[in-house]
DNA sequence: CATTTGAGTGAACGCCGTTAACTATTGCAA
DNA sequence: TTGCAATAGTTAACGGCGTTCACTCAAATG
């Protein structure tokens, strides 16, 4: 493990440059906006120095995707560290730092959850199964839901309906996170299908013509969440849970 | 009203010409693959000619957006007729053919339902309240929760967390359907979410490092959603009801 | 029949990704 | 220290793109 040379820390230097640019652009004017001669003009170079260091557009998009990717796992971790022990009120906080961060970065949100775009499509293909970015995203959910199904099993539709619709289909889910209960997987596909729903419709402006303020059905949906995961929990209706409160 | 002119006649036939090829090249590249210059080439036309029937590429393209509105409108309509009378019957068929529609229609469904493409925002911002593309798709499933609601009220959520929640921010929603009752609107609004939440990722490919065969986690929901909004059906467990079964 | 309207063409401008040939500089090794 | 190889950058060019402009020609209109 030797220090990087000179040569290696301009050229990290200059990758991350262009990233920043890239970056810059797609929140700005979306994906289509991203373009190497405008990276490059910003840098005050042309447009083939780039290819010294990524081999096309499309790859220094599906870079960028893999860095989205990244920050928002650690985004999410860093929510569940602070969320203290219990694991419900751990993926709640995740759900909220998901939300957060996709209705503040919708071009971010869209390159990476939305429809597929061709340099993020081959970077996801070219991800090992355990590396993949959405098994890397979505083992921050499934592990706290493990714990707390190891610690009081939630109530699940009956198991031979789980076996049915979900038996031997669960194999991607096992291979990068090892055997996962049938039970915990429904709760995972299922909350996780609500939450990426909601987001998305709200992201995608998919919502704004039946109501405003999207994020109070977000909190609705949450407290029902929990709610099956732990029936202990207070109900919504008690005072001081009001969604939203001291958010902005 | 006069029969159209020959020269309507043939200004309609170029302009269903023109949106056939874009959707040609939007279902074999995606949106960002049709282009003026590829459509006229393939009518044997050059490219200026097309801004003798659209403004620009973008209104092109919101036009196609609403073409595929208003063909999914249609088609669920017609899931609904042929489903009988029973609401959560229709409420299912019309999920069914959604989901059929869009897996198979992949770049149409992120078109109008994934991030936003400029040409189609400005198609759907130009839109009225009540003729908004949303609007008229959401009334085909608003409308059997509404009259289910009336002949049988489902279980939901207490009135008071519904009215703190949503209250107040349903606004839009009654713009285009009339005085919506508040569990009505949270039915709909839940339940499109997860049906919405699960198509969009298996379309954009984002659950399959999780498990294969979505159709049946789809399956498992509908069953779930029908449950709750019909307790007297029967259970998910019973022979016979078995996803899938048919449809392979 | 004259005139206006509409449809279509060709050239051009400025974007874009990408490739090829070339230059200058850096780093390393004899 | 000198010489070579790798690296980072340049310019020029090709084809494709949306769009505009000036123009032609046929069709509808009075």
Known sequence: MTAPSRRERLRTATVAEIKG??????????????????????????????????????????????????????????????????????????????????????????????????????????????????????????????????????????????????GGRLEPLRQSHGAVPMEVAWAFLSGWTRIYGLIAMEVFDQISWAMTDPEHLFELELTTFATQLDPTRPRPSTAGSDPGAGRG
Chains 1, 2 share one sequence.
Not at 28 to 54: K, W
Not at 104 to 131: M, N, R, S, W
């Open 21 to 166: 640019g890239a970056r810059r652009l797609l929140v700005d004017g979306g994906v289509e906006a991203v373009s190497l001669r405008a990276i490059a003009r910003d840098m005050g170079m042309t447009a083939p120095a780039i290819y010294r260091y990524f081999p096309s557009l499309e790859a220094l998009v599906g870079a960028l995707a893999g860095d989205l990717y990244e920050e928002l796992t650690a985004l999410l971790e860093a929510a569940r560290d602070g969320a203290g022990e219990d694991e419900v009120a751990q993926l709640l906080a995740m759900s909220r730092a998901f939300r957060a961060w996709s209705v503040t970065h919708p071009a971010e949100f869209g390159l990476i959850f939305g429809a597929p775009v061709p340099g993020v499509t081959t970077f996801v293909a070219d991800c090992t199964h355990e590396d993949h970015p959405g098994a890397r995203f979505g083992a921050v959910f499934v592990q706290p839901l493990v714990e707390l199904w190891h610690r009081s099993p939630f109530p699940t539709p009956p198991a031979e309906v789980l076996e049915r619709h979900l």
